[in-house]
T-cell receptor, first 113, second 115 residues
Framework: DAKTTQPTSMDCAEGRAANLPCNHSTISGNEYVYWYRQIHSQGPQYIIHGLKNNETNEMASLIITEDRKSSTLILPHATLRDTAVYYCIVRGDLYNQGGKLIFGQGTELSVKP | EAGVAQSPRYKIIEKRQSVAFWCNPISGHATLYWYQQILGQGPKLLIQFQNNGVVDDSQLPKDRFSAERLKGVDSTLKIQPAKLEDSAVYLC?????????????FGEGSWLTVV
C-alpha cells in the first residue's frame, strides 16, 4: 500500500505558485520522498526527490518538514502545461522494498488561465 | 540520452487472444520494472528485474502474465489469454544504480484494449 496521503484534486491560476501537499506520517529514516507527475497519455515523469533537506531543481522545489512527516511540492510559476496528476511517493532502499515505487492515487492539478 | 523505449504504443485485441509488449531500458540500467495502470488509478508494479533475474513478481498474475529479460537488457511482457480486465496501460521503467537515491525513469507506455 502507498504510504502517502494527498488531496484528490487542486486548482491553480496560471502564473501563480502551485503548492501540492503530501502527508507521510509513517516514513522511516532511510526512506526518500519522491515526486512524479503524469500528463495525460504519457508515462510518469520524475520531478524531484529528497531525504531530509529542502531541494530545488529547474522544475520545482521540495519542502520537507523537520519531522519528515509531510512535504510540499512547489511549482513556482504554474503554466497550463503543468496540468497533470502529481504523485508523492515514499521510497525505501534496495534492501527494504527493492527500491521500487509504490503509487497512490495522486493529486490531479488543474492550472487554469 | 535516449529514454525508455516501448512498443507497440497501442494494441486492441479480443479476449482470450495473446499480446506481447517490448521494452528497451535506458542504456546501462540494470533494473527494469513493468507496471500496470488501469484508467483512473496509479501504476501498480507487476514485476521487477535486476539484470536478467527476477527480484519481485509477487503482483504478477502468473496464470496469464509472463515476463522475461533473457540477456539482461530488453524485456518482453506477455499476456495469454487476455481478459477484459487486462485493459490498461503497461509501463516499463528502469534505473541505474541500487538504492532509493537512484531515480526511476518511465517509458510512454503501451495502451492495451481488450474487447
Amino acid at each position: 500500500d502507498a504510504k502517502t496521503t494527498q488531496p484528490t484534486s487542486m486548482d491553480c491560476a496560471e502564473g501563480r505558485a502551485a503548492n501540492l501537499p503530501c502527508n507521510h506520517s509513517t516514513i522511516s529514516g532511510n526512506e526518500y520522498v519522491y515526486w512524479y507527475r503524469q500528463i495525460h497519455s504519457q508515462g510518469p515523469q520524475y520531478i524531484i526527490h529528497g531525504l531530509k533537506n529542502n531541494e530545488t531543481n529547474e522544475m520545482a522545489s521540495l519542502i520537507i518538514t523537520e519531522d519528515r512527516k509531510s512535504s510540499t511540492l512547489i511549482l513556482p510559476h504554474a503554466t497550463l502545461r503543468d496540468t497533470a496528476v502529481y504523485y508523492c511517493i515514499v521510497r525505501g532502499d534496495l534492501y527494504n522494498q527493492g527500491g521500487k515505487l509504490i503509487f497512490g492515487q495522486g493529486t490531479e492539478l488543474s492550472v487554469k488561465p | 540520452e535516449a529514454g525508455v523505449a516501448q512498443s507497440p504504443r497501442y494494441k486492441i485485441i479480443e479476449k482470450r487472444q495473446s499480446v506481447a509488449f517490448w521494452c528497451n531500458p535506458i542504456s546501462g540500467h540494470a533494473t527494469l520494472y513493468w507496471y500496470q495502470q488501469i484508467l483512473g488509478q496509479g501504476p501498480k508494479l507487476l514485476i521487477q528485474f535486476q539484470n536478467n533475474g527476477v527480484v519481485d513478481d509477487s503482483q504478477l498474475p502468473k496464470d496469464r502474465f509472463s515476463a522475461e529479460r533473457l540477456k539482461g537488457v530488453d524485456s518482453t511482457l506477455k499476456i495469454q489469454p487476455a481478459k477484459l480486465e487486462d485493459s490498461a496501460v503497461y509501463l516499463c521503467a528502469s534505473r541505474s544504480g541500487q538504492g532509493a537515491r537512484n531515480t526511476i525513469y518511465f517509458g510512454e507506455g503501451s495502451w492495451l484494449t481488450v474487447v
